[in-house]
């Protein structure tokens, strides 16, 4: 069974960068994509970014588009989103998760990472 690790996150400053990664076991991501949920306090979660593992297409919210980044390492079957320029309201607690295909509301995933906190305050 698929199973997500997540690590990154933390507190930091308006314009600040960070990179949260994913790292999976258990079963192989080829054929699965990534999506990078957050959910702020009060908020729904909402799907930010998405990366097919196999062809390596990435798709982003109007929201975040040009500051984050999302990649794949295959051989390490770790998927990171780099996030530049941080603003306070990407403030939130974020997920990744795996399933078949790109989408921004989080139903039919099938596995998710425990989630990392991102605060972006001065």
């Known amino acids: 069974q698929l199973q997500l690790v997540q690590s990154g996150g933390g507190l930091v400053q308006p314009g600040d960068s960070l990179t949260l990664s994913c790292a999976a076991s258990?079963?192989?991501?080829?054929?699965?994509?990534i999506v990078w949920f957050r959910q702020a306090p009060g908020k729904e979660r909402e799907g930010v970014s998405c990366i097919s593992i196999r062809d390596g297409s990435t798709n982003y919210v109007d929201s975040v588009k040009g500051r984050f980044t999302i990649s794949r390492d295959n051989a390490k079957s770790t998927v990171y989103l780099q996030m530049n320029n941080l603003k306070p309201e990407d403030t939130a607690d974020y997920y990744c998760a795996a399933g078949s295909m790109c989408g921004w509301i989080p139903l039919g995933f099938g596995s998710w990472g425990q989630g990392t906190q991102v605060t972006v305050s001065s």
């Open positions: 258990g079963s192989s991501l080829d054929y699965y994509v």
